[in-house]
């Protein structure tokens, strides 16, 4: 297992699916009365969250409270970042209290990489400006494999504001991974620059229609809605919402030609929703939908990430203080 895990590129397929495995043990877990495993006592746990977090932040939370980790939570808003620290003098302030594992959530792209040359500790990526956020794929890996076995030459579909989105870069990665058959679907304007040439080299397809992608072609083993992030948006990247909801929303109609054509079809959505614009209420709700199976999905996958980082031998690790080694 790698050291860090900024990246879904960071793992190899066996990696994936030792995390998969774990995470799945991990899930019986949830269902017990007593929720402690002794595997991470000692260890400490900090999550450093620069953006807004419901499910994240949480999860990890807890993932790392049913470790036995002692888990801490350190949010922009209530530490010296507002007072004008920069990044690296709050990481070194955190990790010079002898932490094991940061989980940072950063607007930045790609600071959980410059964090994680600066400090010894482990470092998690929780979600990088609009460039990746691997454990939200795990456990979107996770909950497809629970539903659907193995991913190679599943057929997965990615439709919303691609432009913005860390969930879409990490999906891809490791869907590539392992193996699956993934189209991405996004308006002109929510497409990234350079993604043809992406998708080319990660094999992956691009469109612009959305029922084209659906209803042409091989039918979809899961759908996955990503949510219109405006708060990233700063002019207008499409006309209306009424629009955007009409070309590029998962409405009940299109579940239900979805589910004639695989009534097993999967909906999914990492969160938050915006309702009535990418996904209407009725396919957040209906049949197939998966949304929730993710938010619970999402503990058993961090307390496998934050096993496999942690819970290793640390040999390697305690001779070189950690900048090039793993354990
Ligand atoms: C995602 C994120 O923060 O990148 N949400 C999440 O982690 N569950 C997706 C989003 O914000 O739309």
Not at 26 to 32: K, N, P, S
Not at 198 to 212: A, K
């Amino acid at each position: 297992m790698p050291r860090h895990l900024l990246s879904a590129a960071d793992l190899d397929r066996d990696e994936v699916i030792e995390i998969l495995e774990t995470a799945a043990s991990m899930h019986d877990i949830q269902r017990r009365d007593v929720k402690k495993l002794p595997a991470l006592r000692g260890r400490t746990v900090i999550n450093l969250f620069f953006e807004d977090s419901t499910r994240t932040r949480s999860s990890f939370e807890i993932a790392g409270k049913w470790m036995s980790a002692d888990t801490i939570n350190i949010t922009a808003k209530g530490s010296s970042a507002s007072k004008g620290e920069s990044l690296r003098d709050t990481v070194l302030t955190i990790t010079a209290m002898a932490v094991d594992a940061l989980v940072i959530r950063h607007s930045a792209s790609g600071a959980c990489r410059q964090v994680a040359g600066w400090v010894d500790a482990s470092v998690i990526n929780a979600g990088d400006g609009t460039h990746e956020h691997p454990t939200q794929a795990l456990l979107d890996a996770y909950t497809m494999t629970r539903r659907l076995g193995d991913l190679a030459g599943r057929r997965v579909v990615i439709v919303g504001d691609l432009t913005h989105s860390r969930v879409f870069r990490s999906n891809v990665l490791l869907l590539g991974t392992l193996g699956a058959d993934v189209t991405v679907v996004a308006p002109p304007t929510l497409m990234p620059s350079g993604a043809a040439e992406w998708s080319r080299r990660d094999g992956f397809v691009l469109s612009h229609d959305l029922d084209e992608a659906l209803f042409v072609g091989p039918a979809a083993d899961v759908v996955m809605m990503l949510r219109v992030q405006r708060e990233r948006m700063s002019g207008g990247f499409f006309p209306t919402a009424r629009e955007y909801s009409v070309g590029y929303g998962l409405s009940r109609e299109r579940v239900e030609r979805l589910r004639r054509r695989n009534e097993d079809v999967l909906v999914m959505h990492p969160g938050p929703m915006n309702r009535g614009l990418e996904i209407s209420a009725d396919a957040a709700d209906g049949l197939g939908s998966v949304i929730l199976d993710q938010v619970s999905a999402g503990v058993a996958v961090r307390m496998a990430v934050l096993y496999h980082l942690l819970s290793g031998d640390h040999s390697v690790r305690d001779q070189d203080s950690g900048r090039e080694g793993t354990t």
